[in-house]
Structures are given as C-alpha cells and as structure tokens.
C-alpha cells in the first residue's frame, strides 16, 4: 500500500495461494482495517518524519540524506513525530531532500502547481489555494443539474479562433507576441464584462455566475484563446515591465503566471544527471508575510502550512511548518542554479478596495534561503528575490505615485497641483519635466460640452420613471428599453459593450444623481495629468492604473456649425473632434456571443450611429481631453452618448479605456483621417501601425 513505511510492504509473490477466493466483506467503516498474516511483516503506523521502529527507515521525500544537518547532533523530534522547532533563522539548506533521481515525485510536474493552475469546475469556480501545497477536489454534496459542454470542434463559423482572427501560425500563437497577448486580454476582459452583466441582471443563461472572471477564463480556456502556453524561465513573449492585470485569471491565460490561485509557479528541468523543479514566477499579494516594501528587493515566503491547505485570508492564519516541497523546493533549487525568476506584485485598487492590481515587475533572483517562525509560530521559508540591473521601473513607478498622493514628495516639473482651478472634483497635475516651457496656450476649463441648440431626436423621447436608481434588468426603465433591454454598464461602472448610440439618464429622470446609468455624468474618477512629451506637444496620462472600460472623461468644448466648420475653421484649429472622420472599421472591442453560448438574434454592431454629424472645438474652451494626442494603435476609444431634457437630446463623446492601462502611461485615441487630404497631419505615433497620417 502506498505510504506504508517498510523494506517491502508486498510479501513474495511464492506466499500467495492463487486458488483461494478472499471472503470480502462490505466496508462498514472508516477506519482502515490491514491484515497481519504471518507471512507478511507486521503493519506500523509512523509519522513520515519518524522516529521509526528498527528495521524500518524513512521513504522519499522524508528521507534526509547524510550531512543534511548542520549541527553535529541529529534534530530531535517533537511529540507530534516532526522535527523540532529551530529557535531562530535556520540555513535552508538545512531542509534539503534526496536527488531528483531518487524518487518519481516530481515526474508529472512539469507545469508547476498543476492542480492549481486550471481546476476550474464548471460554474468557473477554483478549488484551488494560495500558494496551496496540494490540490484537493471535494465532493460536492449540492449537485447542479448537468450542463451541455461546449464544442468547439464542429462548425468552424461558430468557433473562435485565434489563429484566425488573428490570422497568425499556430508556433506564434503558443509563444505569443504583443499583438496576441493584447488580443487574448481584450477578448477574455469583453466575456467577463458580459458574464457580470448578466449576472447583474440575473439573466444568466447558465445559471449563477458568481465569478465572473473565474467563468470567463474558464471560457477562454475552453475555447483555445490563450498564448505562451509553453512554460520558459525568463521574459514572456508579448508582456512588458509594468503591464497591468486586473484578475489572477488573465495572468494564466497568458502564460506569465499558470496557477490561477497558488504564488509560485515552477517547471521542471531535466538535466545530465537528474530532473528538478526550477520558479519560473511568483505572485506577491498580501496573503503571506511577505516584506514588499522595497523597489529592488522582495523578502518572499513559501507556500503551504495553512489550515486544511486552503486559503489563507490573514497574515496569522499558518497552523503547521512549511515542508520543502513543489514550489519552495523549486525556490530552492532556483537560488542553487541562480535562474531569473518573474516577479507580479498585487497592490489593492485605488478605485475599488475590495479588489488588487498585479503589476508585472520584471525578472529577480533568488540571492537567499533561510527558516523563520511565523507570527502564529510555525516555520515558514523565506526567500530574498534581489531585482535584475537595467530594467524599466515598474513598482518604482507605483510607489513614488502614492509619495505624491500623500504630498511627502512633491512632484518633479510640476506647474501646476491643479490646472481645472476646482473644475473637476480630481484634480488635475501640469507637469514639464523635459523643458522650460511653463504651460500650453491660454483656455477656459470647462467640463462638458456646449450647445448653442439641441439636437432634436426624430421622435419624443421621454426620461425613466424609476424612483431611486435604474437597476438592471428592469425592463419598466425606459432608459434600459431604449438600449436594448440591456444595462449598458456594470454594476462597478464599467462600460460592457461598444454600441451604435447609448442612452443615460438624463435631468428630467426622476432616478438618483448616483444612478448607475449616469456614469459619463459624473465626471473624473482617475487621478490625471497633463504632461509635456517629447516631440508631440502636451499629453494625458493617468496615475491611476486604469480597468478596461473604464469612463475616464467626455470631450468638452463647443459644438460648432458643421458648415461652418468647413469653411472657416478647418486650417487653423488643432483642437477638434469630427465624428464624420473615417475611424477604423476593423476594430472590434465586444464580445463574441457565440463564446457564452447565446442564442437568437444579437445586436453586436460596433458602427456609431449619431443622429446628426457633431463637431466640437475645445480651442477656447475645453477639458483635459483636448490633451489627449492621437495613436494609430490606441489605448482609449470614444462612444457617443444620449441624454435626454425636456424632449431635447444631447450627444456627448465619452472616453473609456480599451484595455487595461497601467500609472503613467500616456493616453490616445484614434482622431480618425478626414476626407479632404489637405487637413490631414503627419502622426508621429511610432506606432508599428502607423497610417502616417491623421485628422
């Protein structure tokens, strides 16, 4: 049997009489019971760290080799049959464990914590633990009716692909590229944004959602939609230092982090003489005492010794010493072979504090291993990862924003603490830290956009009769009627799909200024700055980390006369947005129905459709989106929007982020290619999709 302590635990096959039939008895209890015939040595039950009867010796991987001790005398053992507790910081090679060859543990480990990566059952949940020292599926004693699985194997019209969509070989796809993994990202963020919508609705089709982003992953692994699914040690194809995630679930679908709970991941490597696990990346976000504080250096703790091997939710909650085994033995082995290890950071969500970002911070090495006593006074493994020389500031990046907010640093170049004057209830940074120059031209801040008439609807349109706020799927609001009988937001605020018009809320509504259907309404939420750059005049950017989806400010100004425009205007204002430009018609930011299995007719066209054509100068007046230059390869896409007063409509251009945007970088839009040649600049974007030309 398996585990039982011994020389031999199965007696010569010449003892065993083959004609005879066992008397097997059903099983009435829990407690195993183990035959002792006399030809079969006797069963002991021995803790596997021993001590352990003469005649019997440890197996692997109890077993310590000769010399592992440091100390001229053996290590005692405690009454609980472990060893004992070391009074202080004890070496880790202390801990160590036979050669790789000696033993086939490690044989099928090959993608790290496995278990932990991907044990996603099917309403997308993880039974899988932080830094889990095991993966242990229970039984469910609740059974939901069973589900029809996808298959994605038929009708190639009805399946996503990447390589098609994408249009790339399939060697690229696994070991991915920037295009990839943003594509991979944006697509898996469009079925988590409809996974909580109709979670918000209770329109599941499938039932109960819960996580949306653990459902949506599972999704997408499902469905094939993922890269660099071949695990290396070192930088991944497609991701920079100081990417952003949102969700654990997005580190593995691009193969950065594979375990979408556990904190280290490892690999294993074969080599002359043996095969050892070797980290390829750990996860560093609050759930163990880690010392996170520094910029270059990260004091990182192992995994396991938590209660029943689940979660564990508080620093105090390590009930048992941690074993050198899977990851803090793949650290171990990666501070022996001195190999580069990813390093994520989790840092909670300025925006929402129930939630964390994971910032990618670039590649470490494991300078040291050692033991010490936990608070709860159990052993624990640490290790000191000391950042690689070179490297773009990432963390950095975050710490010396959060000096700012607090006001214990002031801002290098900084102009101006707030160039709204308290126009915005965020306020708004002027920087310069590339030259001498002290501002942009004069204007007058003003946050929305102004009329000089309405803009008619064809029809009367008429406000919603809710009387605290708009809820989803309430099909009496007329509001959520008029977008389709779908909420256009999340409950968090954040923008779900791209769509042709979208109605708010408007004055005459009878809903609470807080209504969810308001959200361009109430102006700043990030933390933003105008800067000065290099060659492209000034800039935005945020020092806030930025979620898809996110509303990050409207173009305000005045709307012009549209022949007016044409005449006068065209040669000498450089701060214009034309909704009549051409845009680019192949982007594509929504989901795909097909992936949640949705079934009838769908709206998903992404064209705009705005009654009338809209041109907004913010030359002399204006908000921090005349700031905003122009990209080929955008990270902000604009959506118009409809409010309602008194029967008149109101067009309004909102900005919101298309992907997740990390501190400090700057923000673009397409500012599309007018149909006169004339009018158009040279774009000095850099982009590797450069037009060479807009507006």
């Given at each position: ?23 097997v008895k059903p099983l009435r209890t829990l407690v ?327 910032v990618y911070d670039g590649l470490y090495t494991i ?104 809820s989803a799927g309430d099909l009496n609001c007329s ?217």
């Amino acid at each position: 049997m398996e585990g039982v302590a011994g020389q031999s635990s199965v007696p010569p096959a010449s003892s065993f009489d083959k004609s005879r039939i066992l008397d097997v008895k059903p099983l009435r209890t829990l407690v195993p019971m183990f035959p002792n015939p006399p030809q079969a040595p006797p069963f002991v039950c021995s803790s596997p760290f021993g001590p352990f009867p003469s005649g019997f010796s440890p197996f692997y991987p109890f077993s310590v080799t000769q010399g592992a001790q440091t100390s001229a005398e053996p290590q005692a053992a405690n009454q609980d049959g472990g060893f004992a507790t070391p009074a202080a910081a004890v070496p880790l090679r202390s801990f160590g464990t036979p050669q790789m060859g000696a033993g086939p543990h490690f044989s099928g480990a090959s993608n790290g914590d496995t278990g932990s990566s991907f044990g996603l059952s099917g309403d997308g949940f993880t039974r899988s633990s932080k830094r889990a020292a095991a993966n242990f599926h229970e039984p469910n004693s609740s059974q939901k009716r069973p589900r029809k699985s996808r298959d994605y194997s038929g009708d190639a019209t009805k399946r996503v692909s990447l390589s098609t969509a994408l249009a790339v070989s399939p060697d690229v796809r696994d070991d991915g590229n920037r295009e990839v993994v943003t594509y991979v990202l944006m697509k898996f963020d469009s079925v988590r944004r409809r996974l909580s919508q109709l979670e918000d609705a209770k329109e599941s089709p499938s039932g109960l959602i819960r996580r949306a982003d653990l459902k949506a992953g599972n999704i997408m692994m499902t469905a094939g939609i993922r890269t660099n699914v071949r695990k290396r040690i070192g930088a991944v194809p497609g991701i920079e230092i100081g990417d952003i995630f949102f969700f654990r679930m997005e580190l593995c679908i691009v193969g950065l982090h594979a375990p979408s709970m556990a904190g280290i991941d490892y690999m294993t490597v074969r080599s002359e003489v043996e095969e050892e696990p070797l980290a390829v990346s750990v996860v560093s976000s609050g759930g163990y005492d880690d010392d996170a504080e520094d910029k270059d250096v990260l004091i990182y703790t192992g995994q396991g010794g938590n209660l029943g091997g689940g979660s564990i939710t508080k620093k105090d909650k390590q009930v048992s010493d941690q074993k050198l085994e899977r990851g803090n033995l793949a650290m171990d082995r990666s501070s022996r072979r001195a190999n580069v290890v990813r390093v994520i950071r989790g840092m909670r969500d300025a925006v929402s504090s129930m939630s964390k970002v994971y910032v990618y911070d670039g590649l470490y090495t494991i300078q040291e291993g050692w033991v010490e006593k936990s608070k709860s006074g159990v052993n624990s493994f640490k290790y000191k990862l000391v950042r690689a020389p070179g490297q773009p500031s990432a963390f950095a990046v975050w710490q010396s924003i959060q000096r700012w907010k607090a006001g214990n640093t002031s801002r290098a170049g900084l102009i101006l603490p707030d160039l709204t004057s308290g126009g915005e209830s965020v306020p708004v940074s002027l920087v310069n830290d590339f030259d001498d120059e002290k501002g942009p031209s004069y204007f007058t801040y003003f946050p929305t956009v102004r009329y000089g008439k309405a803009f008619n609807l064809t029809q009367p349109s008429f406000g919603c009769n809710c009387r605290k706020e708009c809820s989803a799927g309430d099909l009496n609001c007329s509001c959520i009627r008029k977008n389709g009988g779908d909420f256009p937001y999340t409950s968090s605020g954040v923008l779900v799909s791209r769509k042709p018009l979208i109605f708010e809320c408007g004055s005459s509504c009878p809903c609470i200024p807080s209504c969810k259907n308001r959200v361009s309404q109430g102006g700043l939420k990030v933390r933003l700055e105008v800067f000065k750059t290099k060659d492209r005049g000034w800039g935005l950017r945020s020092w806030d980390p930025i979620r898809a989806g996110t509303f990050i400010c409207e173009y305000a100004g005045e709307v012009l006369d549209k022949a007016k425009y044409d005449a006068d205007e065209a040669e000498n204002n450089e701060y214009i947005f034309d909704t009549s430009r051409a845009f680019d018609s192949s982007f594509k930011w929504n989901y795909d129905p097909e992936l949640i299995e949705e079934e009838g007719p769908v709206d998903s066209s992404e064209a705009y459709d705005i009654p009338s054509p809209l041109v907004i100068s913010a030359k002399d007046v204006g908000n921090v989106a005349r700031f905003m230059n122009h990209s080929c390869s955008p990270n902000v896409f604009w959506q118009p929007i409809l409010y309602e007063h008194n029967a008149d409509s109101y067009p309004h251009i909102a900005f919101f982020a298309m992907r997740h945007i990390p501190p400090m970088t700057e923000l673009t839009y397409d500012y599309g290619l007018s149909q006169l040649e004339h009018r158009r600049k040279q774009c000095l974007c850099g982009s590797p999709k450069c037009k060479g030309y807009f507006g």
